[in-house]
């Protein structure tokens, strides 16, 4: 394993990190200040127009639709690639995702932040050429936004087939009822369309029972009932809403890959965006540590720079480690989904994703720590990062599930074989 960025991704991460620090670093605070105005004025779910204005200029640089995976330029248009002109591997993707993790804006200035590009990619690899055209295009083209429904509010959604929202096929429509939540997107005012995960048939085996559905967010039966915080803060412009789901009736040719493929398109979609998640969490973690260590050594108190009062050096030190230890952890990751394949990577999957939530935290916290009361606040970035790593424990699978699937593997290789095996 070679974890050295080929050219054309360290050319990449150069002009990221060049865009952020000359472009979005200098407006993100100010961004945050106007969000809160319009949030005491009722106008917060509508983007401010420097975003717009920053994903011109990143367009206009080539650093559009990152994400893209590579291997499908056959089926995108050369208009919404990046720079480069093709896709990149989940290995190559995964530097400039770290990049991009140390701003709030940059995910969605450079058309890389979920859940779009998961639900663009769940089109890429698995749309029919009418759906990638209906939505796809619009979607790598930054004119429509997306969500992402699958969550349930009255099951233990950390077990996806215990959901209750059916959708029922009935000649060439499909009737979908139900209630979702926590789905990620819908708050945009330019969110056009659902990926809406249902249950189709009860009887087919535990796997093939469920469909991702494409539902237009103007279709009658289409209500979002509310938006929900997250420990009181609502990720504006996108947000996670409840929705509600009242006879809503589509084409059949709106089922992504036909009835019944929802959880293998979702382990498709799932392993790449783990890499996603987890590479902008190291980001994150990269920029509270260097925040906790300006601190640190900028502040005094009994005499000495904070750096050198109660154990603040082995804290530094031991996040510095943390951090190391799980982008190595993620890059191996990426390196098994683009060699192996998503079956040859499931544990590892597991495991960045109960590791580096928890990793990012813990150095949030460390950094809150040394800011003090003023860490808890609006004027430095570290309370809602908390908050986002936190959540990261739950969104796409809570840690106890991503735990069972590293145990289930590890067992796996001393239990005694069957004469089957």
Same mark, same amino acid.
């Given at each position: ?53 920053? +994903? ?97 509010? !009255? $099951? ?39 990926? @809406? ?6 009887? !087919? ?7 991702? @559905? ?35 009736? $589509? ?10 493929? !929802?959880?293998?398109?979702? +382990? ?8 996603? *998640? ?30 050198? #009062? ?19 952890? @993620?890059? *191996? ?6 060699? +192996? ?19 990012? +935290?813990? $150095? ?6 040394? *800011? ?21 424990? #739950? ?6 599930? *991503?735990?069972?699937? $590293? ?15």
């Amino acid at each position: 394993m070679d974890f050295s960025p080929s050219p054309r991704t360290a050319d990449l991460c150069e002009r990221v990190a060049l865009f952020i620090a000359a472009e979005i670093m200098p407006v993100e605070q100010e961004y945050g200040r106007k969000l809160a105005q319009a949030r005491t004025a009722g106008r917060q779910w509508r983007p401010l127009p420097v975003l717009n204005e920053l +994903q011109v200029k990143a367009r206009a640089e080539g650093l559009w639709n990152l994400f893209l995976p590579a291997g499908y330029e056959d089926v995108l248009d050369a208009r919404y690639l990046p720079r480069g002109g093709a896709g990149l591997s989940n290995a190559d993707y995964a530097p400039i995702a770290e990049l991009t993790g140390r701003s709030f804006l940059a995910p969605m200035v450079f058309n890389c932040n979920a859940p779009d590009s998961g639900n663009m990619e769940v089109l890429i690899k698995y749309g029919s050429a009418t759906q990638r055209e209906q939505w796809l295009d619009p979607l790598l083209d930054g004119r429509i936004r997306s969500a992402f429904a699958m969550t349930e509010p !009255a $099951v233990a959604s950390s077990d996806a087939t215990s959901m209750e929202t059916t959708a029922t096929v009935s000649g060439d429509h499909v009737t979908v009822k139900g209630r979702k939540w926590w789905s990620t997107g819908v708050g945009h005012p330019d969110c056009d369309i659902l990926l @809406v995960m249902a249950l189709t048939d009860p009887q !087919a085996p535990r796997h093939a029972r469920h469909s991702m @559905v494409l539902i237009p967010r103007s279709t009658a039966g289409v209500s979002v009932e509310r938006m929900l915080p997250t420990m009181g803060i609502y990720d504006e412009p996108g947000g996670h809403g409840e929705i509600s789901l009242t006879d809503v009736r $589509v084409p059949l040719a709106n089922v992504i890959a036909g009835p019944g493929q !929802a959880f293998a398109i979702g +382990q498709g979609r799932l392993g790449p965006g783990r890499v996603h *998640h987890c590479m902008r969490l190291i980001g994150l973690a990269e920029s509270a540590l260097e925040l906790g260590c300006r601190r640190a050594l900028s502040r005094t108190a009994f005499g000495k720079p904070l750096a050198d #009062l109660g154990g603040n050096r082995e804290r530094i030190a031991e996040a510095r480690i943390a951090i190391d230890q799980a982008r190595l952890l @993620v890059l *191996h990751a990426a390196w098994l989904l683009d060699t +192996q394949g998503t079956d040859g990577a499931v544990a590892e999957v597991s495991q960045i994703k109960a590791v580096v939530p928890k990793m990012a +935290q813990k $150095v949030i916290d460390m950094a809150i720590q040394l *800011h003090g009361a003023a860490g808890l606040s609006d004027d430095f970035p570290l309370a809602a990062a908390w908050t986002h790593a936190r959540a990261l424990r #739950l969104a796409d699978g809570p840690d106890e599930v *991503h735990l069972g699937v $590293v145990a289930a593997y590890e067992l796996r290789k001393y239990r005694p074989k069957t004469a089957d095996e």
